[in-house]
């Protein structure tokens, strides 16, 4: 994952993503999601200055929501209109 700064710079902020396939960012603009979708997971990740990515977690693992008796795919994420990654 990249980060363009005002200035045309580009930065490489994260990396070793399995497919990843949607961001969003928080309504305070301090985290960031992103789906794994072939890891079948949303990660999040605090934004700091000049949109440095840090403490990297897996916030929701969709298999286990499944009992890992099935997989589901994300294909994308959102907030709401209070916040919540959805």
Known sequence: MFYIASDGAITLTASDLNA????AVS???KTLYVIETEENRLLRFKIGPAGRL????VFLNMDELTHHVGHIFPDGVKID?????M
């Open 20 to 23: 990843a396939n949607g961001l």
């Open 54 to 57: 840090s403490d990297r977690r």
């Open 81 to 85: 209109s209070v916040g919540e990654s």
């Open 27 to 29: 309504l305070d603009g």
